[in-house]
């Protein structure tokens, strides 16, 4: 199966790169191949042995694009797509704002026959989802698009619902989607540590997973990882809007998230001199405990808001949120008093797509309201001190998180034991501390002790040349887009 899939990421990957001459970006073509790819398999759903009612108007379906030419082929492509984005439900989500990118119709004409050799409807749904996740990957990597900061590395996603293991017949969130990464590890966790029944597979597939997603473009891959993987039906998972603006009433049983990267909040709006501003902004919710223009601050009240009682949360977070003051302060105290905040790992860095970024997930459960803390002691696994990782030669692997696994006890978390990396801090000793900061450290860090312990000349020799190789690459799409200007 896998050299199946890989075969087929390589044909298509290898079309991108002819595409580029033409200054179609990776995110673009990814995008190009959603489009077409849906309509491909929409069509093979209403042949034999499915026979299934058509869901796309016979005017914009894969035959009425398939079967034309030059200038005729781009028209109808175009009106195919402004045709199917004024659509609601899944169709909607995908088509949203769509627009062709592939602008030399031979090439478009040659994308459609590479598609069309292909029976994708007849693939395992394994398959299917291993080769889109396989562009999306490599999207990712494509650092001057800025994709990386929709793709969370998929390994760390696995440890994360290896330690949560979520239960049948249960609702998981993302407010933060992305591309759907969770969604996919908690689909695969359920169907292959359970044995479900015919109502739990409906479940999981028409009920399980809500997300929300900001970006029209990262929404709509999403959607279609998420249809590849056999989840959702016509009406769409994934809401196309902020879900930070209001509480949706929606409440869930599990929250697993990545929100996105950077401290502020904010909008574009066009000034009255025609020019683009960005405007920083706090959201004012009565169910907030401090207002405020920090993005993951405010995820954070955000998902405490949308978990049930006893519903659990694993949350990737910024360095800032565990020490910053005034909001930050407020925060993790009613975090701590209305939440049983069991769990802190410490990641490393060198782990995500953005260069730099110390981040951590914080582990919490929901709680009726009391008097009294629900927090009494929180973990912390340190990754980070003396761990050493870059995105291509020594990338974050499962196995690197299986310690933790261990630690973090998913079987009762209530029988852990301290090990050199994994240690336990009473409730009363962290709010002695300043600013109630979960910024905490034990293990001597040797690179500052002794130099002689850095990692080795031709591993930092490594990362200074991907450095370089990524800065390049940036330059070089700033060269590209000027030009095509």
Known sequence: MANESNALVQKLWNYCNVLRDDGVSYGDYVEQLTYLLFLKMADELTQPPYNKPAIIPSNMDWKSIVTKEGDELE?????????????????????????????????????LKLIDEETWSGLDVDIKGEIYEGLLERNAEDIKSGAGQYFTPRALIKGLVEAIRPLPNATICDPACGTGGFFLAAHNFLTHNYKLDKDEINFL???TFKGWEIVDSTA??????????GIGGEESPIAVSDSLASDSGDRF????????????????????????????????????????????????????????????????????????????????????????????????TGVFYAQGVKANVIFFDKKPASENPWTKELWIYDLRTN??????????????????????????????EETKRFKKFSYEEIVKRD?????????????IEDSANLPAPEEL?????????????????????????
């Open 75 to 111: 028209l109808q492509y175009r009106h195919t797509l402004e045709g199917l984005g004024k659509t609601s439900g899944m169709l909607g989500v995908i088509f949203r704002k769509a627009q062709n990118k592939i602008q030399d119709p031979a090439k478009l004409k040659r994308l």
């Open 205 to 207: 597939r028409y009920k």
């Open 387 to 416: 761990m050493h990782f870059t995105l291509k030669t020594n990338p974050l692997k499962f196995s690197d998180l299986e310690d933790f696994i261990r630690c973090y006890n998913p079987g009762n978390r209530f029988k852990r």
């Open 253 to 348: 049983d599990y929250v697993l998230t990545n929100p996105p990267f950077g401290k502020k909040s904010s909008i574009t709006i066009i000034n009255e001199e025609g020019k683009t501003d960005r405007e920083t902004i706090s959201y004012e919710r009565t169910d907030f405990s401090a207002t405020t223009s920090n993005k993951q601050l405010n995820f954070v009240q955000h998902i405490k808001t949308i978990l049930k009682i006893n519903g659990k949360a694993a949350v990737v977070v910024p360095d800032n949120v565990l020490f910053e003051g005034g909001a930050g302060e407020t925060v993790r105290k009613n975090l701590l008093h209305s939440c049983d905040v069991h769990t802190l790992l410490r990641l490393p």
């Open 435 to 447: 600013k109630t900061s979960l910024d905490i450290f034990w293990l001597k860090d040797d690179s």
């Open 220 to 229: 709509r891959l999403c959607a279609m990882n998420l249809f590849l993987h």
């Open 461 to 485: 020799a490594q990362e200074i040349s991907e450095n370089l190789e990524d800065a390049l690459e940036q330059i070089r799409g700033i060269i590209n887009s000027l030009n095509n200007e």
